[in-house]
T-cell receptor, first 110, second 118 residues
Framework: QKEVEQDPGPLSVPEGAIVSLNCTYS??????FMWYRQYSRKGPELLMY????GNKEDGRFTAQVDKSSKYISLFIRDSQPSDSATYLC??????????FGAGTTVTVRA | GAVVSQHPSRVICKSGTSVKIECRSL??????MFWYRQFPKQSLMLMAT?????????EQGVEKDKFLINHASLTLSTLTVASAHPEDSSFYIC??????????????FGPGTRLTVL
């Protein structure tokens, strides 16, 4: 079993829809949770960073963390074609080494 | 957000050549940098952790004599692929840890280097 599980998709939604992404994890030592966006042949770009259970909102993005269920989510409201990318969840314990999910490929159709 | 650069962005070389990749944090000091490898349509796999002024720590299965890492300053880490072979062809990405104010410790990634060994 992988430490971090993420459905690779692909996920296709119409423009304006809400994109819902999630990851589950097995390592209870994970304390820091991140979501990255990666365009093809580019490095990952940090979208959201959280370190506690609950919700965090930043513009059209909302990150949720439920440590009791070992489950994290990312929601993208009012999705745009420019949001089409691969979204990676990542998490770390106190050693700051990131464990990544497989990444979910998202396509937002105009 | 913080900026991390990588150079070169793309390398094509012959088998047996050694290739050096640079990773720089441009607007913050990074005591720790990480090197990842990514195969097509797969996620990032951590290769090694690089700490300024000390030897790198390699993940299990990564050959330290093959992938030489030097972290000479708080803003520069280099990865040298020694005597590269076609199986080393991959996308190599570095990240730099920005401790921030202590509550936003996170990593910022470089744009990646695509290595093709013929």
């Amino acid at each position: 079993q992988k430490e971090v599980e993420q459905d690779p998709g692909p996920l296709s939604v119409p423009e304006g829809a809400i994109v819902s992404l999630n990851c589950t994890y097995s390592n209870s030592a994970f304390q820091y949770f991140m979501w990255y966006r990666q365009y093809s042949r580019k490095g990952p770009e940090l979208l959201m960073y959280t370190y506690s259970s609950g919700n965090k909102e930043d513009g059209r993005f909302t990150a949720q963390v439920d440590k009791s269920s070992k489950y994290i989510s990312l929601f993208i409201r009012d999705s745009q074609p420019s949001d089409s990318a691969t979204y990676l969840c990542a998490m770390s314990a106190n050693d700051y080494k990131l464990s990544f999910g497989a990444g979910t490929t998202v396509t937002v159709r105009a | 957000g913080a900026v991390v650069s990588q150079h070169p962005s793309r390398v094509i070389c012959k088998s047996g050549t050694s290739v050096k990749i640079e990773c720089r944090s441009l607007d913050f000091q990074a005591t720790t940098m990480f090197w990842y490898r990514q195969f097509p349509k797969q996620s990032l796999m951590l290769m090694a952790t690089s700490n300024e002024g000390s030897k790198a720590t390699y993940e299990q299965g990564v050959e330290k004599d093959k992938f030489l890492i030097n972290h000479a300053s708080l803003t520069l880490s280099t990865l040298t692929v020694a005597s590269a072979h076609p199986e080393d062809s991959s996308f190599y990405i570095c990240s730099a840890r920005d401790p921030g104010d202590g509550t936003t410790d996170t990593q910022y990634f470089g744009p990646g280097t695509r290595l093709t060994v013929l």
